[in-house]
């Protein structure tokens, strides 16, 4: 078993930073591609960005490219998110996710193991 752990959420103002971690606990062996989902009051939970298994390959949902970056570091077992130039529109609780897959994944199927989530509410 893996336990996710997202630490780093908070409230910002718009224009502002924040940066989420997650740290991987338990059997971390069987765990390669990362991922960051969000889910807003009311709606779906939507893809944000994803990582291989040893941080060369990335891909971003168009509302948050060029915006919010991901990145892993392997020997602490933890993933990062870091989150510039935030919007209202942002707000959400922010979720991570591990998969036994190399390569990474839109698809939120693909991902064995989430976190509990962790609150980022920007203000305008």
């Known amino acids: 078993q893996v336990q996710l752990v997202e630490s780093g959420g908070g409230l910002v103002q718009a224009g502002g930073s924040l940066r989420l971690s997650c740290a991987a606990s338990?059997?971390?062996?069987?765990?390669?591609?990362m991922g960051w989902y969000r889910q807003a009051p009311g709606k779906e939970r939507e893809f944000g960005s994803t990582?291989?298994?040893?941080?060369?390959?990335?891909y971003y949902a168009h509302s948050v490219k060029g915006r919010f970056t991901i990145s892993r570091d392997n020997a602490k077992n933890t993933v990062f998110l870091q989150m510039n130039s935030l919007k209202p529109e942002d707000t959400a609780n922010y979720y991570c996710?591990?998969?036994?897959?190399?390569?990474?994944?839109?698809?939120?199927?693909?991902?064995?193991?989430w976190g509990q989530g962790n609150q980022v509410t920007v203000s305008s």
């Open positions: 996710a591990a998969s036994k897959i190399v390569n990474g994944s839109i698809y939120d199927s693909r991902y064995e193991y």
């Open positions: 338990g059997d971390t062996r069987c765990i390669s591609a």
């Open positions: 990582i291989s298994w040893n941080g060369g390959y990335t």
